[in-house]
């Protein structure tokens, strides 16, 4: 996920609730020097269902949008044949 427009080097709180309510531990992120930040969320370790997550400003206090991805048992595509 990528976020901006926070606090320039200073915290960020990432929230990630499952698809059942109860969230994982928040995370904390640190904003670069132009208020971005980058992270990977590794999606296979999740369970299947739509998730939320969404960003809170430790100076400001203001939360982002709130974002939702589903996890599915999809296989992935398979690689062309050579």
Known sequence: MHG???TPNADALSHLRRPNGV???ELNLLAD???E???EIETLLLGTGTHEVWVI???TGV???VATFEVTLDQPPSA???
Do not use: A
Request: a positive charge; aromatic letters at 14%; glycine letters at 10%.
């Open 4 to 6: 901006e427009g926070f």
């Open 57 to 59: 400003d430790r100076t």
């Open 37 to 39: 930040f980058n992270h």
């Open 80 to 82: 062309p044949s050579k």
């Open 23 to 25: 969230e994982f531990p």
């Open 63 to 65: 939360k982002s949008n």
């Open 33 to 35: 020097s132009k208020g």
